[in-house]
């Protein structure tokens, strides 16, 4: 290292919480050495959903290989690494297991220190990789297991404001999308849908007066499920695409109403949307519509490809928690239903 | 040659350091709730106590099953891990064969056993010959009455394991003409230095495609297989 040369931090992140295993090696919290992920879909698809025992055993098969691949595509040693983080939760307790497992060995094998990061907090850091995140911060987490607004202050510090009642977004996407006869995972699908037809059903939109930054979507979801069975009895043909645009419009109009609620309440400098539903182009586009009445509050989307359950977004997030002097001993067990605080 | 033995296989957890055959130091706990809590900082507790580094470790010999899923995957997935990123040796043990080890009995099938619940059980069956264990029926997940059934060719029989004393009367039963033991006390529990003496004697295995040998496919998985015959070669599991 030369006079004046800055040291880089490297932090080897391991994430495995639900059907993608992923490993990777993060510079400065912000720059992507590597970032490996093995997905399981084709296999959950066999049974139309994620079955956790299959995904644990999925998960152990790839873990070294993983980590092997991350190692040299980042070409970096051991020695390079500043610490080794790892997702605890939440998640599925047994794919959790496998990354708390190996990432302890990592770190103890190396005398690295264990840093624990909760996989929603990933997520958000997923967009650190677009540009900084600047505070006071709120984030729109959407995913197949979690919907929430999350206040951040400052930096390493999350506070739930509003979540989900009943079913995640992501979720309720993959149910219609069971109902339409979609192949599993059908969020993409019924975003490409949704496209293609129009908001002609009108759907319910939930908890729209509540006082709340809270969510609803089962009764949207039964309610989609009721007309698709009433039109099979009376042997109608209902055109799904807009079914998929009126199921979409009443998620993207609930999700945007409870955000505006919150950027009213909360003065903010940045809104970021993250989580695998945050890739869905309706949402994307009612969020750019939002902000626009907004002039001091700038919307910090995660990048398309880091929308989805990957190593990189632990790595940024576990490089913060580093920073801010946060670890985990040998002990650390998997949390599955790990949580922020409230606000 | 420098061994850590882990055996997270079931409710005991036992882990073994061993320099070639001598014991080093081991530590079986029966009280471990959460081996996913307990078992690095016991591995990080005994190297200490020894006063050794664990890269002195050559090999990584681990207990691969069958057991309970959650406990195989703990112990398989920190032994595959050590031994890869140490560049060190793994070899994987059968679970059952650790219990049989330590039964010193000549001309005697000895048959490890764990509760698989609702009448079945994990069982093998094994003999010592010329001071080695020969497996004579292989590790499978199995209905008793069938395991029962299979052992009925041989005479003396010694069933070994915490669990087999739930099904004694019912072996008493099926079994009544043969000479029948059952383990006692500390045999009745898994030891790790015998898991060390036996991943010892065998060849180390590739570490990337090493998992646990679960003896049983998931119910999502023999349900998909009965609907689909045709063999899926496909890989399940993509990078992206
Ligand atoms: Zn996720």
Redesign the pocket.
């Known amino acids: 290292m030369g006079n004046g040369e800055k040291k880089r931090e490297l932090i080897l992140a391991f994430e495995s ?2 059907d993608e295993t992923s490993v990777a090696v993060i510079e400065d919290g912000n720059k992507i050495l590597s970032n490996v992920v093995a997905t399981q879909v084709k296999s959950h698809k066999r049974f139309g959903g994620v079955v956790p025992e299959v995904a644990s055993r999925h998960h152990i098969e790839q873990v070294t290989l993983c980590l092997a691949d991350a190692m040299e595509e980042a070409k970096v040693t051991y020695n390079d690494l500043s610490a080794v983080a790892v997702t605890y939760g939440p ?1 599925l307790v047994g794919a959790l297991l496998v990354g708390v497992a190996s990432a302890k060995v990592v770190a103890y094998a190396h005398n690295l220190p264990l840093i624990p990061v909760n ?2 907090a ?2 958000i850091y997923a967009a650190r990789f677009k540009s900084e995140i600047k505070f006071p911060a709120i984030a729109l987490l959407v ?4 919907t929430e607004l999350v206040y951040m202050a400052r930096e390493n510090s999350y506070q739930i404001i509003g979540e989900t009642r009943d079913d995640a977004a992501g979720e309720a996407y993959d149910k219609i999308g069971r109902v339409l006869g979609l192949k599993y995972p059908a969020g993409k699908n019924i975003d490409e849908m949704a496209h293609e037809g129009a908001d002609t059903f009108a759907f319910p939109r939930a908890m729209m007066k509540e006082e709340n930054f809270d969510f609803s979507f089962s009764g949207l979801k039964s309610a989609f499920i009721n007309t698709v069975h009433h039109a099979e009895q009376v042997n109608e043909k209902l055109n799904v695409n807009d079914l998929a645009a009126s199921f979409q419009q009443s998620v993207v109009d609930v999700l945007v109403y409870k955000t505006e609620r919150a950027l009213n309440d909360f003065s903010v400098k940045q809104l970021i949307l993250a ?2 539903v945050a890739a869905n182009q309706g949402l994307r586009d009612g969020l750019d519509e939002l902000i626009g009445k907004y002039s001091g509050i700038e919307l910090l989307k995660a990048p398309l490809n880091l929308c ?2 990957n190593a990189a977004m632990i790595g940024a997030a576990g490089f913060v928690a580093w920073k801010n002097g946060e670890s985990a001993d040998l002990s650390l067990n998997a949390d599955p239903s790990l949580e922020f605080e409230w606000i | 040659m420098n061994i850590l033995a882990i055996d997270t296989s079931n409710e005991t957890l036992s882990i073994a350091i061993l320099k070639n055959k001598n014991l080093v130091a081991t530590i079986t706990t029966n009280q471990s709730k959460n081996h996913s809590v307990t078992l690095m900082p016991q591995i990080a507790n005994l190297l200490k106590q020894v006063n050794m580094s664990i890269t002195e470790i050559d090999r990584f010999v681990v207990a691969k099953g069958p057991g309970s899923y959650t406990g195989l995957r703990i112990g398989v997935t920190t032994a595959k891990t050590f031994a890869y990123t140490l560049s060190k040796e793994l070899v994987g043990v059968s679970s059952l064969a650790v219990l049989a080890a330590p039964i010193n009995e000549v001309n005697t099938v000895i048959i490890p056993i764990f509760d698989a619940r609702r009448d079945n059980v994990f069982a093998g069956a094994y003999l010592r010959e010329n001071n080695q264990l020969k497996n004579v029926i292989v590790d499978q997940h199995i209905p008793l009455e069938k395991l029962l059934e299979k052992l009925s060719d041989y005479k003396r029989l010694f069933f070994v394991g915490v669990d087999s004393h739930k099904f004694a009367e019912r072996i008493k039963i099926v079994l009544k003409d043969k000479e029948i033991q059952f383990s006692a006390n500390e045999l009745d529990y898994p030891q790790a230095y015998y898991l060390g003496i036996m991943g010892l004697a065998q060849e180390p295995v590739d570490i990337h495609s090493f998992v646990p040998k679960y003896l049983r496919l998931t119910q999502a998985e023999s349900q998909w297989l009965e609907k689909n015959q045709e063999s899926n070669d496909e890989s399940l599991v993509e990078k992206i």
């Open positions: 919480s639900c998640g996989h929603m990933g997520h995913s197949g297991g979690h989580g695998g989805g359950d």
